[in-house]
């Protein structure tokens, strides 16, 4: 499957695609994902379930990434639900020199 360093994805869910969205993310490389959540229906659309991403769900759905940024929660404006993440795939190993501590793991902000 085709991997990329940045995966970028707002308003839109497709449960069916998440696995794939979060396989997409390169080595070393970041996903930011924004949408709607469980909630929003009480100030408007979407407000059907099946766009609505259910509590903690985002964040299940990146348990292969580590996550560096997560909310949960209530914007006013325009009022709405959303659920928000920024997640990364840890690198591959660099095999520090002989006698050499390994580098800590530089994660691109």
């Known amino acids: ?3 990329f360093d940045a995966v970028v994805v707002t308003n839109y869910l497709w449960r069916a695609l998440l696995p794939t969205i979060v396989g997409s993310v390169a080595p070393g490389g970041v996903l930011l994902y924004e949408t ?7 100030v408007g659309k979407p407000s059907r379930p099946d766009f609505l991403l259910q509590p903690g769900e985002l964040l299940r759905a990146c ?3 580590r996550v560096v940024a997560y909310e949960d ?4 404006d325009p009022p709405r639900f959303v659920q928000r993440i920024a997640a990364v795939r840890e ?3 660099v095999q520090p020199r002989a006698g050499a ?5 530089r994660y691109r902000l």
């Open 73 to 76: 929660g209530f914007l006013a």
């Open 63 to 65: 348990q292969d990434l």
């Open 101 to 105: 501590e390994p580098a800590p793991t």
């Open 36 to 42: 709607f959540a469980h909630g929003n229906a009480s």
């Open 1 to 3: 499957p085709q991997t």
């Open 91 to 93: 690198p591959l190993p």
